[in-house]
């Protein structure tokens, strides 16, 4: 097992990894899924050929963001026992990134619930559903701000030397 002075690492960033490696997996199926989608619905409206670019750009982000965030806690600031203990900008984003790819995904399925629907039932799966979808993307948002706050505190704090302010982000 890969420890860094007693933190097994391992049990940690080990499956952050495997996530991540995973991902990786996930994202090279997507591109042929684009490509195929392309090549064989050239005739589709625009706003569905905007809708597959919008999420695929959004995936490659997110795809970046992930790998860039473990190659700062696993490479490039490894043994730094203080990086390890606090969450950092490329991970942090990942998460509204994330929230927004599922959301434009969920938002259309509940289109395409409305559309096939029949008339009398058309309108009870959106109003449901759509608040919820908007309440995704709002909590990935605030989450993202909120510990990038933290993070924001916890720079200011060790360059000012004022240590009493930084808080680990265990709990996160």
Request: hydrophobic share 55%.
């Amino acid at each position: 097992m890969a420890s860094v002075a007693g933190i097994n690492l391992g049990n940690t960033w080990g499956s952050t990894l495997a996530g991540v490696f995973v991902s990786l997996v996930f994202y090279g199926v997507s591109i042929l899924q684009t490509f195929i989608y392309y090549e064989q619905h050239p005739k589709d409206p625009v706003f569905l050929k905007s809708l597959v670019a919008f999420v695929f750009v959004l995936d490659t982000l997110h795809v970046f963001l992930i790998s860039a965030g473990v190659w700062q806690y696993l490479v490039l600031h490894f043994g730094d026992y203080s990086f390890i203990l606090y969450n950092h900008a490329p991970l942090l984003v990942s998460v509204t990134v994330a929230s927004v790819v599922s959301s434009a995904v969920q938002s259309f399925f509940i289109y395409r619930i409305w559309f096939l629907t029949p008339s009398r039932f058309k309108w009870i799966v959106p109003i449901v559903l759509m608040p919820l979808v908007f309440a995704q993307t709002v909590l990935g948002a605030f989450y993202t701000a909120t510990a990038m706050f933290d993070l924001n505190t916890a720079l200011g704090a060790v360059a000012t030397g004022d240590t009493t302010a930084i808080k680990p982000c265990v709990a996160h």
